[in-house]
């Protein structure tokens, strides 16, 4: 079991760019989220699925962040025209049931 | 909503003395409580989740008690280990037993020899 995967670590993006941000969580999870992690704010709720579909996207900027769960092997997180205040590093976790999630290293995303 | 608080941001001490890192919560209903452990470039994993008979969770020679008059959820442990350095989040348990966790802001915890 590889745990959940996520790619890329790292990413560099100029403002005003698109970064896009794979999840590939554990084989046979039902459920995936999205965390955003920084200093001043902590683990940051986004957005979830269930079974694929989306459940709660309340955390998410709605003007240019979206997430995607096209089938039940990856998750991916969009940003539009990236902005400095996006820098963050971006966690995905999964679940099978109950409340033990299991994050991924994340992917730490800088623009410049 | 619900809330978690963890009141420390960072925490050192020397390797030996006793770990105590608060967490209080906030709640409409009653919540699991869970610590997470982040050790450097790694992926935040579960240390404790607290159960529904009040027994008490321990791993690693953590352990933490819900009490539900105080709201709140401590972690502690006898002995800090230099290997216990970390970041710590305290985290609760949507309503409803979604499987969303609403998390503190953390504790960074240095052990020094």
């Known amino acids: 079991n590889a745990g959940v995967i996520q790619t890329p670590r790292h990413k560099v993006t100029g403002k005003g760019q698109e970064a896009t941000l794979w999840c590939e969580p554990i084989?046979?999870?039902?459920?995936v989220f999205w965390y955003r992690q920084t200093i001043v704010q902590g683990l940051e709720f986004l957005t979830y699925?269930?079974?694929?579909?989306?459940?709660?996207d309340s955390g998410m900027p709605k003007e240019r962040f979206s997430a995607q769960m096209p089938n039940q092997s990856h998750s991916t997180l969009k940003i539009q025209s990236t902005q400095p205040q996006d820098s963050a590093v971006y966690l995905c976790?999964?679940?099978?049931?109950?409340?033990?999630?299991?994050f991924g290293a994340g992917t730490r995303l800088s623009v410049l | 909503g619900d809330s978690v608080t963890q009141t420390e941001g960072l925490v050192t001490l020397t390797e030996g003395l006793p770990v105590m890192l608060n967490c209080t919560y906030q709640?409409?209903?009653?919540?699991?409580l869970f610590w997470y452990v982040q050790h450097l470039n790694e992926a935040p994993k579960l240390l404790l989740k607290?159960?529904?008979?009040?027994k008490r969770p321990e791993h690693q020679g953590f352990h933490a008690t819900l009490h539900k008059s105080s709201s709140s959820f401590h972690l502690q442990k006898s002995s800090a280990q230099l290997s216990d350095s970390a970041l710590y989040y305290c985290?609760?348990?949507?309503?409803?037993?979604?499987?969303?966790?609403?998390f503190g802001l953390g504790t960074t915890l240095q052990v020094q020899p």
């Open positions: 976790a999964s679940s099978l049931e109950g409340n033990t999630l299991y």
């Open positions: 607290s159960f529904t008979d009040n």
């Open positions: 709640s409409t209903y009653s919540p699991f």
């Open positions: 985290a609760l348990s949507e309503a409803g037993n979604t499987g969303k966790l609403i």
């Open positions: 699925f269930r079974n694929q579909a989306p459940i709660d």
């Open positions: 084989s046979g999870h039902s459920a």
